[in-house]
């Protein structure tokens, strides 16, 4: 397994789960001096970024890009893929697929995560399936065209009422016609909706695409209350070699969380 950790391009998401805030340059350096595998992007869209100076930058301290996020598109624009409104989905999938381009330009995958959205109104949760599963059928072959998978997240019930464990999306994913989607495993998530997390990688098994590296108060690893070796014992069982990824809040600053982060990424694979 891999480590990266995350950094935000998005001033209006201050405040959010996030490690780095001052940009890729300073994100790069400190991630590297820590000795991470790789960065983790939430960007406000496809064409904020300079993929060349993103390419120099993570080569020279010696990174890779694990992901980037969707999210700016629901933040920023209030875009989803189960909106009532035919325009705003139409609008959501360019905004994602923009970014699947983008991502693989880095080789890397995008993350479908708040843009999913959820079903309400006169939205009935099977339709609002019925666009969402479209909606990852278009991304999976865009992403399959660039040799790349794509990422879809299960979150928590406060965040959507769609998919909210990941045994659950991993079956119907499993219904879907595109096998280019993965799970995109968040261990904050899976905390809140989990009766046993390391049995929920299990169920999923190979559909586990990434893992969000959270503790249950989303802080880094280390800092709540998650039992996490029978989780790492979990993702070794079921062949996991993909990154852990920390998705977190960056207290008691952002270097204190990165250091603590690496830290219990360093003991939890070691092996004996």
Same mark, same amino acid.
């Given at each position: ?19 780095? %805030?001052?940009?890729?340059?300073? =994100? ?13 992007? $939430? ?22 890009? @694990? =992901? ?11 875009? *989803?893929?189960?909106?009532?409104? !035919?325009? *705003? #989905?139409?609008?959501?999938? /360019? $905004? ?12 890397? !995958? ?8 959820? %079903? /309400? ?13 479209? @909606?990852? /059928?278009? $991304?999976?072959? +865009?992403?399959?065209?660039?040799? #790349?998978? $794509? ?17 659950? =999306?991993?079956? %119907?994913?499993?219904? +879907? ?15 809140? /909706? ?19 590296? @959270? ?13 996490? #070796? !029978? ?8 062949? &996991? =070699?993909? &990154?852990?990824? @920390?998705?977190?809040?960056?207290? !008691? ?20």
């Amino acid at each position: 397994m891999k480590s990266a950790i995350t950094v935000s391009l998005v001033p209006e998401a201050r405040g959010g789960p996030f490690v780095f %805030w001052d940009g890729l340059a300073d =994100a790069s350096e400190q991630a590297g001096e820590l000795g991470f595998d790789a960065i983790e992007i $939430f960007p406000p869209a496809a064409d904020a970024l300079d993929l060349a100076t993103i390419r120099a930058l993570v080569a020279q301290h010696g990174l890779s890009v @694990a =992901a980037l996020g969707t999210g700016g598109g629901w933040l920023l624009r209030k875009l *989803t893929l189960t909106s009532s409104d !035919p325009a *705003t #989905r139409k609008h959501a999938r /360019e $905004f994602v697929g923009d970014l699947i381009d983008a991502a693989a330009e880095l080789g890397a !995958p995008a993350i479908l995560g708040s843009m999913q959205g959820r %079903w /309400e109104g006169d939205v009935t949760r099977e339709q609002a399936l019925g666009w969402l599963g479209e @909606a990852l /059928e278009e $991304f999976g072959d +865009r992403a399959a065209a660039h040799g #790349r998978i $794509f990422l879809y997240e299960p979150l928590n019930r406060y965040e959507t009422n769609l998919f909210n464990r990941v045994p659950d =999306a991993a079956a %119907w994913l499993r219904t +879907r016609l595109t096998p280019h989607i993965r799970v995109l495993a968040d261990l904050f998530h899976m905390n809140i /909706e989990e009766t046993d997390i390391a049995g929920a990688l299990r169920e999923a098994g190979a559909l586990v695409g990434h893992v969000h590296f @959270a503790d249950s108060n989303r802080r880094a690893i280390g800092c709540g209350h998650t039992d996490t #070796r !029978p989780i790492i014992a979990a993702l070794r069982e079921i062949g &996991y =070699a993909g &990154y852990l990824s @920390a998705e977190i809040l960056p207290l !008691p600053d952002s270097a204190g969380a990165a250091a603590q982060t690496i830290a219990s990424f360093r003991e939890l694979t070691a092996r004996a």
